[in-house]
T-cell receptor
Framework: GIQVEQSPPDLILQEGANSTLRCNFS?????LQWFHQNPWGQLINLFY???GTKQNGRLSATTVATERYSLLYISSSQTTDSGVYFC???????????FGKGTLLTVNP | DAGVIQSPRHEVTEMGQEVTLRCKPI?????LFWYRQTMMRGLELLIY????????DSGMPEDRFSAKMPNASFSTLKIQPSEPRDSAVYFC???????????FGDGTRLSIL
């Protein structure tokens, strides 16, 4: 099945800093999603982005499907951005999302 | 709009007991997914339903696990008998169709003593 790798595994920022999280996948994808798991354990859907670029406030994402990677940008980070960011990809029948191991982001005041 | 609703939020029980987790998908969504999250294995798909029919249960760990979807607005995941290694957070997700974004419930944190 498809392999999903995320980097970096951990990231510590000061409030106001910008960051880029990366997701590499091993096969062509029909589904790619970014999630934020907050400290309460909730999985929040950030982007559905099998290709192209999307923006939502301080967050944006880009997927280059031909090169098999996706990037999540967080600008002007806030303490509430802390948590684990997951990339999940689906290929082939694409209903089956394979999750990466996540990036643990800590934003300090 | 209401999101995916799971119950209970927390469950603590002794090994050997039957555990039933419940999920109400978003209205109008045709696909429903059960995932399990553990520290060791991360997030894994257990079973997937489309139009109330189980399509892929290859992720169900063993016969102690079973899932049903009797109608479009309700699904259950049952563990009988439960074991300590079943302790995890169980998520339910739904999507409008198979290749559209999945939306997750808040999860059920299960502890088997």
């Amino acid at each position: 099945g498809i392999q999903v790798e995320q980097s970096p595994p951990d990231l510590i920022l000061q409030e106001g800093a910008n960051s880029t999280l990366r997701c590499n996948f091993s096969d062509s994808v029909n589904n790619l999603q970014w999630f934020h798991q907050n400290p309460w354990g909730q999985l929040i859907n950030l982007f559905y982005i099998p290709s192209g670029t999307k923006q939502n406030g301080r967050l944006s994402a880009t997927t280059v499907a031909t090169e098999r990677y996706s990037l999540l940008y967080i600008s002007s980070s806030q303490t509430t951005d802390s948590g684990v960011y997951f990339c999940a990809a689906g290929a082939g029948s694409n209903y089956k999302l394979t999750f990466g191991k996540g990036t643990l982001l800590t934003v300090n005041p | 709009d209401a999101g995916v609703i799971q119950s209970p939020r927390h469950e603590v029980t002794e090994m050997g007991q039957e555990v039933t987790l419940r999920c109400k998908p978003i209205s109008g969504h045709n696909s429903l997914f059960w995932y399990r999250q553990t520290m060791m294995r991360g997030l894994e798909l257990l079973i997937y339903f489309n139009n109330n029919v189980p399509i892929d249960d290859s992720g169900m760990p063993e016969d102690r696990f079973s899932a049903k979807m009797p109608n479009a607005s309700f699904s259950t995941l049952k563990i009988q008998p439960s074991e300590p290694r079943d302790s995890a957070v169980y998520f339910c997700a739904s999507s409008p169709q198979e290749n559209q974004p999945q939306h997750f419930g808040d999860g059920t944190r299960l502890s088997i003593l």
